[in-house]
Nanobody, 116 residues
Framework: QVQLVESGGGLVQPGGSLRLSCAAS????????MGWYRQAPGKERELVAS???????NYHDSVKGRFTISRDNANNTVYLQMDSLKPEDTAVYYC??????????WGQGTQVTVSS
């Protein structure tokens, strides 16, 4: 049983920045991967970035060089620093934690809107 709570979403202009945070609590398996997905209305949910407990990262091609994922293992918290935001980044962003068995837990989502 795991709970994930996201924060940090909001409305920004193109070129602006946001920092998303996600804190996990509950019965968390130590060996896990945390990350961020996003979903726009009418579109499939897609992986934005992920990071293992060892620090290995993966990024969607569209955010490479603009977003940075990091984590605080002691607090089971993951962050997503979002710079140079574009309108196409607009979506609901979901935090996820995947345990070694492959089972994933999901947060409730936080809205990110990039618009002039």
């Amino acid at each position: 049983q795991v709970q994930l709570v996201e924060s940090g979403g909001g409305l920004v202009q193109p070129g602006g920045s946001l920092r998303l945070s996600c804190a996990a609590s509950g019965s968390i398996f130590s060996i896990n991967t945390m990350g961020w997905y996003r979903q726009a209305p009418g579109k499939e949910r897609e992986l934005v970035a992920s990071i293992t407990i060892y620090g290995s990262t993966n990024y969607h091609d569209s955010v490479k060089g603009r977003f940075t994922i990091s984590r605080d293992n002691a607090n089971n918290t993951v962050y997503l620093q979002m710079d140079s935001l574009k309108p196409e980044d607009t979506a609901v962003y979901y935090c996820t934690l995947r345990v070694r068995t492959g089972y994933s837990y999901w947060g409730q989502g936080t809205q990110v809107t990039v618009s002039s």
